[in-house]
Nanobody, 124 residues
C-alpha cells in the first residue's frame, strides 16, 4: 500500500522559514515526479511545486517563486519543500503528491498518490 507522510508544518512568524518533508513508502518513487499542493480555507487548491525523478527539472508557482525550493532524496524516497520568507498568505494545508509518471504536468492535474496534509500557519 502506497503511503505518503508529510512532516515539518507548524506555526511561524512572517519572514520565517520551514522545511516540509514527505516520506514515501510502499513503492519506489525514484522514477516518478513528486510535488506539493496547498489549500487555504475558502480557496482553491494550488499546485505549489513539482520535481522530476532526477531532480533536474523543477516547477514552482509564481506565488512562491524565489522563496520556496523543492528537492528530493531518492535514496530516502523523500521530497522536501524549503519555504523561506514566509508570508501570512502562505497559510494553508500543504499536501504531498507522488505521480504515476515522470511528468510534472500530470502532477499539476492532481493525478497521483496523496499524503494527509500538514498545516502551515504564518502569523503577521
Amino acid at each position: 500500500q502506497v503511503q505518503l507522510v508529510e512532516s515539518g508544518g507548524g506555526l511561524v512568524q512572517a519572514g520565517g522559514s520551514l522545511r516540509l518533508s514527505c516520506a514515501a513508502s510502499g513503492r519506489t518513487f525514484s522514477t516518478y515526479a513528486m510535488g506539493w499542493f496547498r489549500q487555504a480555507p475558502g480557496k482553491e487548491r494550488e499546485f505549489v511545486a513539482g520535481i522530476t525523478w532526477s531532480g533536474l527539472t523543477t516547477y514552482t508557482a509564481d506565488s512562491v517563486k524565489g522563496r520556496f525550493t523543492i528537492s528530493r532524496d531518492n535514496a530516502k524516497n523523500t521530497v522536501y519543500l524549503q519555504m523561506n520568507s514566509l508570508k501570512p498568505e502562505d497559510t494553508a494545508v500543504y499536501y504531498c503528491i507522488a505521480g504515476n509518471s515522470n511528468s510534472i504536468t500530470t502532477l499539476q492535474a492532481a493525478s497521483g498518490y496523496w499524503g494527509q496534509g500538514t498545516q502551515v500557519t504564518v502569523s503577521s
